[in-house]
């Protein structure tokens, strides 16, 4: 009954909203759980806890991303870790509301804090972890200072949380024959940041689609990420997948056109900007106020747009 009831609610909400907005002024949409929202079924046997558009607070608990998992008929597959402890717990809580199956595999879409600070929680329930040997990597490294910030803004609410590495490490692809589903884990190519990888499910076509793709909010472009190499991997690797629903790395599950319009067309409208500034020999110190205004209504475009442009500045320069 508790299933059918959430189900009905989501389906409310989305119905009532055309492609349902997520609202990063709403500081918390499930105050009975740590999780910023209530697991939707997306589509059968697929949900997806979708977390806040906002930078992660206390009051969201860090739950700034979407925590996925797959019902397959013989095992739950769960797509991020968690970005503490506690999320992965209150994410279980509900799993185990849903379905009587355990998990038996949880999957780090890329190397941040919010893929995986919560993947001790479930190596203490016996659960094997993968990810892309480059987010492996990149976890390791930054994980320390990840944790560090994390302590600082959650409180007590990332007690218990701890550094667990990825078990499991793949470099291209991992294909996942588990009860009904037939699940490929792949690393499609460059994109937000190291290691990204998006679970697709061929027979449902549904990609998870992880920082690949962003839709309700303005995507972060960090130093690390070659937004010509995203653009060429969204072109030959990610659109040819053919995804009917895509459930995004932030944001409400939604369609290939909508992430296109907001993430491939955003990429290549900053990158053009760019490129007429330069070509007008224009310098860094103005290039941080580009025009991006077909953007300004996307949430956490305020943090992120003069920080993306310049970014993407100094990429080109050199180009």
């Known amino acids: 009954m508790k299933t059918s009831i959430r189900t009905l609610i989501a389906a409310a909400v989305l119905a009532s909203t055309g492609l349902a907005q997520a609202n990063e002024n709403i500081p918390d949409q499930y105050p009975a759980s740590l999780l910023y929202s209530f697991p939707v079924e997306v589509i059968p046997n697929v949900w997806s806890s979708i977390g806040a558009t906002a930078p992660p607070t206390y009051e969201n608990a860090g739950h700034n991303n979407n925590l996925s998992f797959i019902v397959t008929g013989d095992g739950v597959i769960v797509v991020n870790g968690g970005g503490n402890y506690g999320l992965a717990e209150a994410l279980h809580k509900e799993i185990k ?162 992430v296109r319009r907001y993430t491939h067309d955003y990429l290549v409208y900053l990158r053009g900007k760019i490129r007429e500034h330069i070509d007008n020999g224009g310098g860094l110190d103005e290039a941080f106020y580009v025009d991006q205004s077909p953007y300004k209504h996307l949430h956490t475009f305020n943090e992120l747009a003069t920080r993306n442009a310049g970014r993407v500045f100094q990429q080109m320069e050199f180009e």
């Not at 001790?120 to 892309?132: D, P, R, T």
């Not at 990609?207 to 130093?223: N, S």
């Open 97 to 258: 509301a849903i379905t009587d199956q355990p998990v038996k595999l949880v999957i780090n879409e890329n190397g941040q804090g919010h893929a995986a600070l919560g993947n001790c929680y479930w190596a203490e329930q016996g659960v094997k972890i993968l990810a892309h040997e480059d987010a492996a990597h990149e976890f390791e490294k930054t994980s320390h200072q990840v944790k560090e910030s994390a302590e600082r803004v959650l409180k007590e609410r990332a007690e218990k949380t701890c550094i667990h590495v990825p078990d499991e490490t793949f470099s291209d692809r991992q294909d996942i024959s588990m009860g009904n589903m037939k699940v490929e884990v792949l690393h499609l190519g460059p994109a937000h940041s190291p290691g990204d990888i998006q679970v697709w499910l061929p027979e449902e076509k549904l990609v998870i689609a992880g920082d690949m793709a962003f839709h309700e909010r303005l995507l972060p472009i960090f130093d690390d990420t070659d937004t010509a190499a995203w653009i060429e991997t969204w072109e030959n690797e990610f659109e040819k997948l053919g995804a009917v629903y895509v459930i995004p790395g932030h944001g409400h599950p939604t369609n290939m056109a909508q």
